[in-house]
């Protein structure tokens, strides 16, 4: 077998998108690959294709991402036959010398045959992803808030206090300015009026948001809703807001025939899943992240 590692040239395109579309057509919510998402992937988000080739035929393909969960081997695809592990495994390999910090995470459903791959690879699970899932069939009884907090819809001229509500919650910066106006491009009829906040003394100290799972809906003519992001200010947490917002998040959504609700989070994010499990999400999909340190070899 000479297969050879080479970088991704758009003359590519058809055979890559075949190869992807065939690998990963089972996976959870497919939805199909096609020229715009690898151009998205590489003009927006500065992703690395590379691409094996054998006899002048491509036969495998990897792709490297530094997104919102850090470095990341984002599709890894060989043709089905006895070499398909090798020539991952060369992929894998070759995709590794592009990783800028000391680790790098792959996702892969829970449970999949693929996990042994991948810890020959030197990969281990390491945390994950929930995908949960609601149904809305009615309003809910919005839980009890501590006296002055107001429950309430964010206000056009509000963004700066969302976003640093919503960064103190998290931590980190989760949120940036121009958020709403992203969020209103991309999940029309989206405005102010789908953020939910919890106010207190004069401040918001507490978010939820509420969208329409455009992507979604359009490809499967569905109604579904979406929630997140959501935090609650250290200071307050504990007083049932994330709670009392998310109710009122699912109220709204429920009340503009949006069913059902789905949201992302963190499988280790204790005080979410939670919350999340009492208000009536269930999980619908489990992936594991696996991570590996990528010692760097300095000459
Ligand atoms: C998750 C988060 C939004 C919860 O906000 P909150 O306002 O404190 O939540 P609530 O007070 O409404 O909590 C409601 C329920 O969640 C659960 N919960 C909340 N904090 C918890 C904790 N630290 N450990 C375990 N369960 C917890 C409890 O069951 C609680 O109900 P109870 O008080 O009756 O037992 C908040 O912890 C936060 O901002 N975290 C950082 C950002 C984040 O992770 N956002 C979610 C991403 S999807």
Aim: hydrophobic share 35%.
């Amino acid at each position: 077998m000479v297969v050879q590692i080479r970088d991704f040239t758009y003359k590519d395109m058809p055979n890559l998108i075949r190869l992807l579309n065939e690998t990963y057509k089972d996976s959870y919510e497919f939805s199909p690959i096609i020229e715009g998402t690898i151009r998205f992937q590489i003009e927006e988000r500065g992703a690395k294709f590379l691409i094996a080739e054998e006899n002048n035929e491509i036969c495998g393909a990897v792709a490297y991402r530094d997104g919102f969960w850090g470095e990341e081997i984002r599709w890894l695809a060989a043709s089905e036959n006895q070499e398909r592990t090798l020539i991952e495994d060369m992929l894998v390999r070759e995709i590794e010398k592009h990783v800028k910090r000391e680790k790098v995470f792959t996702t892969l459903d829970e449970g999949s045959p693929r996990i042994s791959e991948w810890n020959e690879r030197g990969y281990r699970a390491e945390g994950g992803l929930y995908h949960m899932t609601a149904t809305l069939k009615d309003t809910m009884p919005l839980p009890k808030v501590p006296e002055g907090v107001s429950i309430r819809s964010l206000k056009p001229e509000e963004e700066k206090e969302l976003v640093e509500a919503g960064n103190k919650g998290f931590g980190w910066e989760r949120l940036k300015l121009g958020a709403l106006q992203e969020w209103k491009n991309d999940f029309p009829p989206f405005n102010e009026e789908w953020v939910q906040v919890a106010e207190l003394e004069g401040k918001i100290v507490s978010i939820v948001v509420a969208k329409p799972d455009t992507y979604y809906n359009k490809l499967f003519s569905a109604n579904r809703g979406y929630l997140g992001p959501a935090a609650t200010i250290p200071e307050c947490q504990g007083k049932s807001l994330a709670s009392a917002l998310t109710c009122k998040a699912m109220d709204f959504l429920f009340e503009r025939g949006y069913d059902p609700v789905v949201l992302h989070t963190q499988e280790q994010n204790v005080p979410s899943v939670t919350l999340l499990k009492k208000l009536g999400f269930k999980i619908g999909h489990h992936w594991k992240f696996m991570r590996k340190n990528v010692i760097r070899q300095y000459s």
